[in-house]
C-alpha cells in the first residue's frame, strides 16, 4: 500500500511499495522539485513562454510548483504531464500541502488533480495544463518543448525508460535550445544522453544528494 512520508523540509512524498521507491527525495520534497526543474529548468530556460513537459504527474509537486513559479514570473506555460499509475484520490487528499502553498494555491492543485485526463484545462490567464494516461514508450509528442522535467522512478527501477532510444525521443520532441532535467546523474544516464546527441552538465544537489543532470538539445 502507497504510504505517506514526512520528507526533512516539512513536505510529505510517497513511498511506493510496487516500485520500493520514494516519489521524491526523503531529504526534502519541495526541495528537491526546486532545485532539479524549476531553478534547474525553467529559470534556466530564461524564456518567457513555455511549453513544459513532465514525465512522471505522480504527486503533482512538479506542477504546481511551476504554476506559483508562472504567476511570480509572469510566465506563459502550456504543461503538459503524463502518468501511466495515477495516485488514488483520497491518497493524495493526505499529503497536505496546508503548510507549504496557500489556500488559493491548493485549490489549482486540486483541480490538477481532478481535471479530466488528455483536456487541456485553461488554470491562469497564463496556465494551461493537461494530463495524459499514457506510458512514456507508447507516447506520440505532437507538440514541441522547452523544458522537460524527466520525473520516472529510478533507472535500477525502469531501465527502459532511462534508455538511448527514449532519450532520442525526448531529443525530437525539443525546440532548439531545449532543456531535459533530472534528479538521476548515473553513469548510464550521462551516456545514454550524451549518445542521444545532448550536452551534459552535472550540477550540485540538494540536500543529501551529490549531483544531478542537466541535459540541453544542441
Known amino acids: 500500500m502507497t504510504k505517506i512520508v514526512k520528507t526533512e523540509d516539512g513536505s510529505n512524498t510517497l513511498y511506493s511499495p510496487e516500485f520500493n521507491e520514494h516519489y521524491h527525495s526523503t531529504y526534502g520534497a519541495i ?3 526546486m532545485q532539479v526543474y524549476i531553478e534547474n529548468g525553467l529559470r534556466y530556460s530564461k524564456k518567457k513562454i513555455l511549453n513544459v513537459f ?6 503533482g509537486l512538479n506542477a504546481i510548483l511551476t504554476y506559483i513559479e508562472s504567476i511570480k514570473s509572469n510566465l506563459k506555460i502550456k504543461y503538459h504531464t503524463i502518468e501511466l ?12 500541502y496546508s ?16 481535471s479530466c485526463w488528455d483536456t487541456e484545462i485553461k488554470l491562469s490567464e497564463n496556465f494551461i495544463f493537461k494530463k495524459i494516461k499514457s506510458d512514456f514508450e507508447g507516447f506520440v ?13 529510478a533507472p535500477d527501477t525502469q531501465p527502459n525508460l532511462w534508455s538511448t532510444e527514449n532519450f532520442l525521443k525526448l531529443y ?9 532535467t533530472t ?7 550521462k551516456r545514454n544522453l550524451r549518445d542521444a ?15 544531478v543532470i542537466r541535459a540541453e538539445k544542441v
Open 31 to 33: 526541495n528537491e522539485s
Open 54 to 59: 513532465e514525465l512522471g504527474f505522480g504527486t
Open 85 to 96: 499509475y495515477p495516485i488514488k484520490p483520497e491518497i493524495i487528499s493526505e499529503l497536505d
Open 99 to 114: 503548510k507549504q502553498f496557500s489556500l488559493e494555491e491548493l485549490l489549482i492543485f486540486n483541480k490538477m488533480h481532478n
Open 141 to 153: 509528442y505532437n507538440e514541441k518543448y522547452d523544458v522537460i522535467y524527466f520525473d520516472a522512478f
Open 172 to 180: 525530437n520532441s525539443l525546440n532548439p535550445n531545449g532543456i531535459v
Open 183 to 189: 534528479y538521476s546523474s548515473k553513469g548510464i544516464v
Open 197 to 211: 546527441g545532448f550536452k551534459v552538465f552535472r550540477l550540485p544537489g540538494p540536500n543529501g544528494k551529490r549531483h
